[in-house]
């Protein structure tokens, strides 16, 4: 048949895929804030705690682009920084920055060899204890630049890279239903 759909025959579709994205990127931000804080801080592995948060964002950005992810990010980031009563928007702006930068990715390169996740998710942690050293530094805060420091940023980005892949596949598992169409397509 030639002309346009009735109404209501696609617009139902077109319209809750986004909003069903909504809400399960905010139910996956208010879960990995949660654990993060309630559970994995209190575990240490070789004098470092893993970090969960800015491997959740990375993970979203690679699966549903920059702008989502930005501001899933900004979202997990201002969470965590009210939970734990912190300087609000340091961890927004970094967490915002690691969900563009991924969604980037995605949306320039195609992000679907193994090693992907594994190499986004170092770089996001190594970016977000870096950036949350650099702006305590730079707030007039006392940061001990010391080696443990170095070794506590260093084993924190390794246990994220550890992490990676099974934080992306339980992402991309719970994102899949509403995952939005390819944008290089």
Same mark, same amino acid.
């Given at each position: ?12 579709? &077109? ?16 879960? &990995?804030?949660? $654990?993060?804080?309630?559970? !994995? ?15 959740? &964002? ?15 990010? +900004? #979202? *997990? #980031? ?6 734990? $009563?912190?300087? *609000? ?6 967490? %915002?920055? !690691? ?5 980037? %990715? ?9 090693? $992907? ?13 870096? #950036? +949350? ?7 007039? @805060?006392?940061?001990? %630049?010391?080696?443990?420091? $170095?070794?506590? !940023? %260093? &084993? ?13 596949? *339980?992402?991309? @598992?719970?994102?899949?239903? *509403? ?7």
């Amino acid at each position: 048949r030639a002309g346009p759909d009735p109404p209501g025959e696609r617009e139902p579709a &077109v319209i809750a895929a986004p909003g069903q994205l909504v809400l399960r990127l905010l139910g996956l931000g208010l879960l &990995v804030v949660i $654990v993060q804080i309630a559970a !994995i801080s209190q575990i240490e592995i070789f004098g470092a705690n893993a970090d969960l948060t800015p491997l959740v &964002v990375a993970c979203a950005g690679l699966l549903v682009g920059s702008l989502p992810g930005a501001i899933f990010g +900004f #979202g *997990v #980031g201002l969470f965590l920084d009210l939970a734990l $009563v912190q300087t *609000v928007g340091m961890s927004s702006l970094l967490f %915002l920055g !690691i969900g563009y930068g991924a969604g980037r %990715l995605r949306e320039l390169r195609d992000p679907q060899g193994a090693i $992907v996740p594994v190499a986004v998710g170092a770089a996001a942690t190594l970016i977000a204890q870096l #950036g +949350f050293s650099l702006m305590q530094f730079l707030l007039g @805060r006392e940061v001990p %630049l010391d080696p443990a420091l $170095v070794w506590q !940023i %260093l &084993v924190t980005a390794a246990l994220g890279a550890l992490l990676a892949t099974p934080i992306y596949a *339980v992402v991309r @598992r719970w994102l899949l239903p *509403v995952l939005p169409e390819d944008p290089r397509r």
